[in-house]
């Protein structure tokens, strides 16, 4: 079955600080999907990034980077330099190549709140 | 950039009546999908679409849930008879078909009473 954990409910940090927010997921398929989404306070969700099972390079993207790996089942997403616009709710979400559908598995969501 | 439209961002209703929301999905995408969230909580699917027909649903979407896709730009998802259960935010998702990213539209607030 498949799973996504976030076991931080809820981060507070000060401006220019590092965060890492963690994901585990559980999936039986060999090809599948993991992506970050951000919800801000005004609720939309956002796309932030998507990678494979397949590659396991880490990014980086501005202050933003993930790291994927497979042998502990973990996609972790780092902020670093926080700032407060980064306050926002960040959802870990999973998909798998063999559903009919592609149908997003979401996590319960990580709160940040970063004080200035 | 092209990106999906939700109309209307907030619907009140009182308990027992229908309720359609509607999505614009981005224009050249072929896979389309509901979600919902209630308040505080996380986002889980209901229903996905593809090719005019219902390809995959959540024991969420029960009987009085209906999706539609009644022209060439539009997706509906109709609640015949709302609960109170039925409050929360209700996202539209649309996928190409070549791609694994679904991008999601502002949402609609419902507010059942």
């Known amino acids: 079955a498949q799973k996504v954990t976030q076991a931080q409910t809820e981060i507070s940090v000060v401006e220019k600080e590092d965060v890492t927010l963690d994901c585990v997921y559980e999936?039986?398929?060999?090809?599948?999907?993991l992506f970050w989404y951000k919800q801000p306070p005004s609720g939309e969700l956002v796309f932030l990034i998507r990678r494979n099972s397949f590659d396991e390079q880490n990014e980086i993207s501005g202050r933003y980077s993930w790291n994927f790996q497979k042998s502990t089942s973990s996609f972790n997403f780092t902020i670093t330099a926080s700032q407060v616009v980064d306050s926002a709710v960040y959802f870990c979400?999973?998909?798998?190549?063999?559903?009919?559908?592609?149908?997003?598995?979401f996590g319960t969501g990580t709160l940040l709140a970063v004080q200035p | 950039e092209p990106e999906v439209t939700q109309t209307p961002s907030h619907q009140v209703t009182q308990m027992g009546q229908e309720v359609i929301l509607r999505c614009v999905p981005i224009?050249?995408?072929?896979?389309f999908y509901w979600y919902r969230q209630i308040l505080g909580q996380k986002v889980e699917f209901l229903v996905s679409f593809y090719n005019n027909e219902i390809s995959e649903k959540s024991e969420i979407f029960d009987d009085q849930f209906s999706v539609e896709r009644p022209d060439g730009s539009n997706f509906t998802l109709k609640i015949r008879s709302t609960k109170l259960e039925d409050s929360a935010m209700y996202f539209c998702?649309?996928?190409?078909?070549?791609?694994?990213?679904?991008?999601f539209g502002p949402g609609t607030r419902l507010t059942v009473l």
């Open positions: 224009s050249n995408h072929l896979y």
């Open positions: 979400a999973l998909s798998e190549d063999g559903g009919a559908t592609n149908k997003l598995i």
């Open positions: 999936t039986r398929d060999t090809t599948y999907y």
């Open positions: 998702a649309s996928k190409d078909r070549g791609g694994d990213t679904q991008y």
